[in-house]
């Protein structure tokens, strides 16, 4: 089994601050500088689990630092450089509390919610007759807070987020401007690559000067839904299932082994083999959604590889 990088524990010169996020490790230093590490640990259904991926660290990194770089035109973010494959660096930011998740199509989480007989989601309603994997006459806004560490994220509507003084009215305006700006730019970028992207959340925060700006991740496959554009239609006129780019097989394979994240069930066993096929699929994702191939990171000793690129950038930034 190839070498991963489930957790660090860095002492980077001018650190003030660790924080450990589902996948990501957060290194924030000083002048305003964050260290952003995608280690190699899946999360699903807010449960990570208990192996990780080859080279998914590095697949999620790439992606969405080529993702900010085409939508920085658009949207200001919070990126300054990559100095390792598994590494992002740039701002510090005051991070909004709330995930702006924005819908094309009426997929995973919503169309659970219309199966179960919901109409309104997050305040914004959805229309009758509709079945799993149509197109929303207009693409929806459905907004979630962010969990604490451990806690389920939970679906928001845009009159509570302002009610409960969470994001002011004014920044709020913003948030939604840029996530529909966005997601507009995700639809055309999946388009030239033969995908639609079905649906995605984008985090933002606040800059010491207060300017609001992207961060995390952008258009990956942990973070959006992808379709194969050819045969989408063919496929809803028959009701088959869509032929996805995206974590929901992941999701798809523990629905079917019994585990959806609840108190009491047992997450499955992961064989290699299993581990093996996810990071395939996770690079069959990257070449499809950048539309170049990809090159694997030595990963002989990932955690020495990534401090001394750290390191190197440090000393010459």
Not at 156 to 162: A, Y
Request: hydrophobic share 35%; glycine share 6%.
């Amino acid at each position: 089994m190839s070498n991963t990088i489930t957790s660090t524990n860095y002492n980077f010169p001018g650190q003030t601050n660790v924080y450990k996020g589902k996948v990501r490790e957060v290194y924030s230093l000083e002048n305003e500088l964050l260290v952003m590490i995608a280690t190699d640990r899946l999360s699903a259904f807010d449960v990570i689990m208990p192996k990780g991926i080859p080279y998914k660290g590095q697949i999620l990194n790439q992606i969405a630092t080529k993702m900010m770089k085409a939508t920085e035109d658009l949207v200001p973010n919070w990126l300054t450089a990559t100095p390792d494959p598994n590494v992002a660096v740039g701002k510090k930011c005051e991070p909004f509390k709330v995930e702006m998740v924005i819908r094309g199509y009426l997929s995973g989480h919503a169309a659970r919610e219309y199966k179960a007989g919901k109409r309104l989601l997050c305040g914004v309603p959805m229309p009758e007759g509709m079945k799993e994997n149509d197109k929303f006459p207009e693409p929806i806004i459905t907004p979630a807070t962010k969990a604490e560490k451990g806690d389920h994220d939970e679906d928001i509507s845009r009159e509570d987020i302002l009610k409960r003084g969470i994001v002011t009215e004014a920044d709020y305006v913003i948030l939604e401007k840029y996530t529909r700006a966005l997601f507009q730019r995700g639809t055309e970028i999946a388009a030239d690559r033969g995908l639609i992207l079905v649906d995605t959340k984008y985090e933002f925060g606040k800059t010491a000067s207060g300017e609001i700006v992207l961060i995390d991740e952008i258009h990956t496959p942990d973070s959006s839904r992808y379709f194969y554009a050819e045969g989408y239609q063919e496929r809803q006129d028959k009701d088959e299932s869509q032929k996805q780019l995206s974590k929901e097989f992941v999701r798809q394979w523990l629905i079917s082994n019994g585990f959806q994240g609840l108190e009491g069930q047992q997450i499955p066993e992961m064989t290699d083999a299993y581990v093996e096929s996810v990071s395939e699929r996770y690079i069959e994702l990257y070449e499809n959604i950048t539309g170049e191939k990809f090159i694997k990171a030595d990963i002989d000793d990932i955690d020495e590889r990534i401090e001394q690129n750290v390191l190197n950038f440090l000393g010459n930034s």
